[in-house]
């Protein structure tokens, strides 16, 4: 079964803290993307990439950061967590051409 | 820039009831539009899409038609389960880079 794997399902941090959430997708896909998703905001995009070690600002990237040195791997990076960026975050990828994104379960991080 | 505008939820439908979830946009050019669910604790999955002027997409009994005069893309269901009890997202994708726009999505609850 395809699918994209998020390191962690719920996450509590500090403020201040550097949080690094990870995405890992098995099909092969060439893009993969971040949203954060809020009450009554819908999912919004922070990073995204079409390829290996490239990387692309979505509509919302302040205070946000991003890898992917492999292909499969797409990290978010926050880099001094805020209580602001309590948030639901959902990494996708998808194939060029493609027939729609899978998204992965979600992490569910809350800043203290 | 792009937009999607969902009907406000939540919504409570008996069991057998009509859904419709309104959904409009604006994007430049003609975009693909598409339908995603989140059932409670899961990432979003793709429902249906339709890519150009009045393509009927559909899936698991809904459906939604592709209206370039009106900006809509509506979804519908003519009998409702309360398996479908979930939150549904209108998006776009208008440049064609795979890139999607999405709506603050609409909870639905399906009540026996």
């Known amino acids: 079964d395809v699918k994209v794997t998020q390191s962690s399902r719920y996450l509590v941090k500090r403020t201040g803290e550097k949080v690094f959430l990870e995405c890992v997708q098995d099909m092969d896909h060439e893009n993969m993307f971040w949203y954060r998703q809020d009450p009554g905001l819908g999912l919004r995009l922070i990073y995204f990439s079409y390829d290996v070690k490239m990387k692309e600002k979505g509509d919302i990237p302040e205070g946000y950061s991003v890898s992917r040195e492999k292909k499969e791997r797409f990290s978010l990076i926050l880099e001094s967590a805020s209580t602001n960026q309590t948030s639901m975050y959902l990494c996708a990828s998808s194939s060029r051409g493609y027939e729609g994104y899978t998204f992965g379960s979600g992490t569910r991080l809350t800043v203290v | ?112």
């Open chain 2, 1 to 112: 820039g792009d937009s999607v505008t969902q009907m406000e939820g939540p919504v409570t439908l008996s069991e057998e009831a009509f859904l419709t979830i309104n959904c409009t946009y604006t994007a430049t050019g003609y975009p693909s539009l598409f339908w995603y669910v989140q059932y409670p604790g899961e990432g979003l999955q793709l429902l249906l899409k339709a890519t150009k002027a009045d393509d009927k997409g559909s899936n698991k009994g809904f459906e939604a038609t592709y209206r370039k005069e009106t900006t809509s893309f509506h979804l519908e269901k003519g009998s409702v389960q309360v398996s479908d009890s979930a939150v549904y997202f209108c998006a776009l994708d208008s440049r064609g880079n795979e890139k999607l726009t999405f709506g603050t999505g609409t909870r639905l609850t399906i009540i026996p």
